[in-house]
């Protein structure tokens, strides 16, 4: 069975510093690991993905995650935050199936302070 | 633009009354998806439909039934919503195969009264 986990609850970080939103996943096989982003009262938004190839991948608004396989997680990456990135992040794998199930991580809140 | 809408934004329903909500897609995906979403917490999976394969999860009530008409539309029926089953009711879509990423709707808040 596939899993992920997110060991923070909660991130505060100061408008302009960087900020990471850690994950860690756990899969037999190679694993399809990806980012959303949900602001309240809204379905949640595709940040960005690992399926293969370079360990660092490039997303939305600046976004960006590392892949690191020895061990086994997915961490977001912001250089510089935005107050307008305060929202709630998802972390989840996909089964490498035509259906894709997905499971999520619990959510981290990101709050970014002026 | 192509989406994934959700009507209504906003249900409240009696306990006991049976209530449907609808997810239509204008991206012609294949894979549609209904999850339960309670208080921030991850988004539950509840069922999703392969083409017009239906599949549900082992932990979802029988009280949660779907339906899809069509490649565009999916409905989640709920048929004796209790206290319990208020929540956020978000509906996807994707491609086939899990290296594609999903695309949400913006869901409907369901609160039952």
Redesign the interface.
Same mark, same amino acid.
């Given at each position: 069975a596939q899993s992920v986990a997110q060991p923070e609850d909660q991130v505060n970080v100061a408008e302009g510093n960087p900020l990471t939103v850690k994950c860690t996943y756990s899969v037999s096989g190679n694993p399809y690991l990806f980012w959303y982003v949900q602001y309240p009262n809204r379905g949640l938004q595709f940040l960005l993905k690992y399926i293969t190839g370079d360990n660092l991948v490039k997303g939305s608004y600046g976004f960006e995650a590392e892949f690191n396989k020895s061990q086994t997680s997915f961490h977001l990456k912001k250089p510089s935050a935005l107050v307008s990135d305060s929202a709630l992040y998802f972390c989840a794998v996909r089964e490498v199936t035509n259906a894709g199930k997905s499971t999520f991580g619990d959510g981290t809140t990101l709050t970014v302070k002026p | 633009d192509a989406m994934?809408i #959700?009507n209504p934004r906003y249900q409240v329903t009696q306990f006991g009354k049976p209530v449907t909500l609808s997810c239509s897609q204008t991206l012609n995906h294949n894979?549609m &998806?209904w999850y339960q979403q309670k208080s921030? #917490?991850? %988004?539950k999976?509840l069922f999703?439909y392969?083409d017009k394969d239906f599949?549900n999860e082992a932990d979802t009530p029988d009280n949660f039934q779907s339906r899809r008409p069509n490649t565009s539309f999916c409905f989640l029926d709920i048929r004796s919503p209790g206290l319990g089953d208020a929540a956020?009711y978000?509906c996807?879509t994707?491609r =086939?195969?899990?290296?594609? =990423?999903? &695309?949400?709707? %913006?869901?409907t808040?369901l609160t039952v009264t």
């Amino acid at each position: 069975a596939q899993s992920v986990a997110q060991p923070e609850d909660q991130v505060n970080v100061a408008e302009g510093n960087p900020l990471t939103v850690k994950c860690t996943y756990s899969v037999s096989g190679n694993p399809y690991l990806f980012w959303y982003v949900q602001y309240p009262n809204r379905g949640l938004q595709f940040l960005l993905k690992y399926i293969t190839g370079d360990n660092l991948v490039k997303g939305s608004y600046g976004f960006e995650a590392e892949f690191n396989k020895s061990q086994t997680s997915f961490h977001l990456k912001k250089p510089s935050a935005l107050v307008s990135d305060s929202a709630l992040y998802f972390c989840a794998v996909r089964e490498v199936t035509n259906a894709g199930k997905s499971t999520f991580g619990d959510g981290t809140t990101l709050t970014v302070k002026p | 633009d192509a989406m994934v809408i #959700q009507n209504p934004r906003y249900q409240v329903t009696q306990f006991g009354k049976p209530v449907t909500l609808s997810c239509s897609q204008t991206l012609n995906h294949n894979v549609m &998806y209904w999850y339960q979403q309670k208080s921030s #917490q991850a %988004p539950k999976l509840l069922f999703h439909y392969y083409d017009k394969d239906f599949n549900n999860e082992a932990d979802t009530p029988d009280n949660f039934q779907s339906r899809r008409p069509n490649t565009s539309f999916c409905f989640l029926d709920i048929r004796s919503p209790g206290l319990g089953d208020a929540a956020m009711y978000l509906c996807a879509t994707s491609r =086939e195969g899990g290296h594609y =990423e999903q &695309y949400f709707g %913006p869901g409907t808040r369901l609160t039952v009264t």
